[in-house]
């Protein structure tokens, strides 16, 4: 099992400029052990050498990391022309780590405004469907021996997710696809719907991914202001 604590989306929710200080994780709670390394968000309008700090902090420990470009800024994430820009975000990040030993993998997905995750309105129309399934071609591309990951915020339309799952796994190198599941609660029931779609996932080859949920008090990896 690897475990990447997730940097904040921004500084706060009312200054969306990339983290600083007490934001970021430190060196020794990276060293902690069981953990792999740290996904590191990024916000298309972000300088490059927010990540190139993060991901040399990785570098100096060791450690692997995962690289989520958020959604944000749009009201409509599935024009033509947001998804170029991401895009080109995506591409941007291949230029500089695509090569990397240290980098685990890439998120694929095409998240709604301001989000980590694939949080759908049910049902999902089949262009969007289509989409999402296109970007997991056009990251797994850009990406060919890293995993391409999936975050899903629940399973509004599980039919659906199952389509785009059933894409992954199917269109990229056995294992080269994660559906992470956010989030593991201990009040979520094993059956819930959105559980079961991992565990389908990886019935069909892939790999299978948690958020765990801690408390809003947790201090290591969360910050009370992360609303993200």
Not at 3 to 14: D, E, R, T, V
Not at 177 to 199: C, G, I, M, P, R
């Amino acid at each position: 099992m690897l475990i990447f604590p997730l940097l904040p989306g921004a500084q706060s929710s009312n200054d969306l400029s990339a983290p600083t200080g007490g934001r970021l994780f430190t060196d020794a709670q990276l060293r902690t052990e069981g953990i792999a390394g740290q996904t590191i968000r990024v916000r298309r309008h972000w300088k490059d050498e927010y990540v190139i700090g993060r991901v040399e902090q990785c570098r100096r420990l060791r450690k692997q990391y995962t690289l989520l470009v958020i959604g944000g800024d749009v009201a409509d994430p599935y024009q033509a022309s947001h998804i170029a820009s991401r895009q080109k975000a995506v591409a941007r990040l291949a230029d500089l780590f695509g090569d990397d030993p240290l980098l685990w993998g890439v998120h694929a997905g095409l998240p709604p405004y301001d989000h980590s995750e694939e949080l759908f309105g049910k049902p999902m129309r089949p262009s969007i469907i289509e989409k999402n399934q296109q970007f997991i071609k056009f990251t797994g591309g850009l990406f060919p021996s890293r995993v391409a990951i999936i975050t899903a915020g629940s399973g509004n339309d599980p039919n659906a997710m199952r389509q785009i799952i059933r894409y992954g796994a199917t269109a990229l190198d056995a294992g080269r696809f994660l559906y992470k599941n956010n989030a593991l609660s201990a009040k979520a029931d094993a059956t819930w719907e959105s559980h079961q779609l991992v565990v389908e996932a990886m019935r069909l080859g892939a790999r299978g991914g948690f958020e765990l949920l801690g408390g809003s008090n947790e201090s290591r990896f969360r910050h009370a202001s992360d609303a993200n």
